[in-house]
Antibody, heavy 123, light 105 residues
Framework: QVQLVQSGAEVKSPGASVRISCKAS????????IHWVRQAPGQGLEWVGW????????TYSQKFQGRVTFRSDTSATTVDMELSSLTFEDTATFYC????????????????WGQGTLVTVSS | IQLTQSPSSLSASIGDRVTITCRAS??????LNWYQQKPRKAPRVLIY???NLQSEIPSRFSGSGSGTEFNLTISSLQPEDFATYYC????????FGQGTKVEIK
């Protein structure tokens, strides 16, 4: 079945960087975009950006532009997200999720989702 | 594109009919999806493209609307429906509404 499995929880110091991995399985990896979503404790969902694994390009939310990078590995069917210059406000659960329809399709939605990775920024 | 949900929270009883509204800052046709999220769980899609019920989602959930105004309706609230609901647009990149928490009255 289609599945996204994320790497484990991270604890980082302010100013550091964090890298989270999202392993995809059960479908043709290069056919579907992968998105990342942030959720701070007790807060709503916030779109971080997306990547097309087939060509490795990415679009980032303005809020995270310059601080976030997505990298795809087609042989390992993984997408990594690296977030730099961490602050206490980056303490959150990060989810990877996939577009339900192939790249270029209209009216897309997110399905499935990874289990989430908690990033804690603490001094 | 900004999405504004109303209300931000509501209290309702089992069996009640509940409607949540999502308004977009510009027209988005029917590029609007609805998700349910329970504590410490990933969201799951309920409705896609404004009015299409995702497979395995109970028929008491329905969606309507187009352009800038959309509704999610739960026809008869069940105990497992107490959760937070989000709208999300895919017309231009992606954004989420701020969420609506449905609580037990």
């Amino acid at each position: 079945q289609v599945q996204l499995v994320q790497s484990g929880a991270e604890v980082k110091s302010p100013g550091a960087s964090v890298r989270i991995s999202c392993k995809a399985s059960g479908y043709r990896f290069t056919d579907f975009a992968i998105h990342w979503v942030r959720q701070a404790p007790g807060q709503g969902l916030e779109w971080v950006g997306w990547t097309n694994p087939a060509i490795g390009d990415a679009t980032y939310s303005q809020k995270f532009q310059g601080r976030v990078t997505f990298r795809s590995d087609t042989s390992a069917t993984t997408v990594d997200m690296e977030l730099s210059s961490l602050t206490f406000e980056d303490t959150a659960t990060f989810y990877c999720t996939r577009d339900a329809k192939v790249v270029g399709a209209s009216e897309n939605w997110f399905e499935p989702w990874g289990q989430g990775t908690l990033v804690t920024v603490s001094s | 594109i900004q999405l504004t949900q109303s209300p931000s929270s509501l209290s309702a009883s089992i069996g009640d009919r509940v409607t949540i509204t999502c308004r977009a800052s510009q027209t988005i046709s029917t590029y609007l999806n609805w998700y349910q999220q329970k504590p410490r769980k990933a969201p799951r899609v309920l409705i896609y493209a404004a009015s299409n019920l995702q497979s395995e989602i109970p028929s008491r959930f329905s969606g309507s609307g187009s352009g800038t105004e959309f509704n999610l309706t739960i026809s008869s609230l069940q105990p497992e429906d107490f959760a937070t609901y989000y709208c999300q647009q895919s017309y231009h990149v992606r954004t989420f509404g701020q969420g609506t928490k449905v609580e037990i009255k």
